[in-house]
């Protein structure tokens, strides 16, 4: 199948390290459909503020690329902090592809966020494991970040593949330099996991990784 990945930009928000990150959100389209991977930010007005986020509404992002909420189909959600499934709400009628592990999480720790993920007659396709969602797009397990995280492989026309990241490794930093003791705050929950994921991306060896919260983009 035929598949293409675009970027889109979503929001900006203060890092750990005190300057603005970008937050993207991927569209994977095909003949006849469309995914996409994280949603944005959306939660508590509070964490906004906190955040300092420059919000940008997906559908917006959407209409850009000449589509609309109502053509994607399934999303994939990373992981389920507030800046990648902020706005699943707006895709009311997709299913949302997420580890199981990651759902049990963020209910347990994040229910102020409930209302952004969780909302009344959200479809879950809960994962347990690497899984092959459609043709050449598939999800694998990069626990670390959080217990439940997941990264996105995307095979393209041209043979050449894409991994999708999400908050496996946030910039091209932490995904060359996964030993380095100085990691932003928040990269890993569990350090050896986050670790062993990082190793594990690689060894998928994808042509072009790209970032949720960097612009930059590594070419092997
Ligand atoms: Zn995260």
């Not at 030993?179 to 928040?186: C, I």
Request: charge should be negative; proline fraction near 5%.
């Amino acid at each position: 199948m035929s598949l293409e990945v675009t970027r889109l930009q979503l929001a900006t928000l203060r890092g750990v390290d005190g300057r603005d990150w970008p937050v993207h959100g991927f569209l994977v389209t095909y003949p006849g459909g469309a995914v996409l991977v994280d949603t944005g930010v959306g939660g508590p007005q509070q964490w906004l503020t906190d955040w300092r986020v420059v919000n940008r509404s997906v559908a917006d992002a959407l209409d850009e690329r000449g589509l609309t909420p109502g053509d994607i189909g399934l999303v994939v959600n990373t992981h389920l902090h507030f800046d990648h499934c902020g706005q699943n709400a707006v895709f009311k009628h997709a299913a949302f592809y997420v580890q199981r592990a990651e759902l049990d999480r963020a209910r347990r720790e994040a229910p102020e966020l409930a209302d952004w993920f969780d909302f009344m007659g959200a479809r879950f396709e809960l994962l347990d494991g690497d899984t092959e969602i459609l043709p050449g797009l598939s999800v694998i397990t990069t626990p670390g970040h959080t217990v439940g995280h997941q990264s996105v492989l995307v095979a393209g026309a041209d043979g050449s593949s894409d991994l999708l990241t999400g908050d496996a490794a946030y910039t091209p930093r932490q995904y060359e330099h996964p030993d380095s003791d100085d990691l932003p705050d928040g990269q890993a929950s569990d350090l050896a996991a986050w670790r062993a994921s990082v190793q594990r991306i690689k060894a998928a060896r994808p042509d072009r990784v790209q970032f949720c919260h960097s612009t930059a983009v590594i070419h092997s």
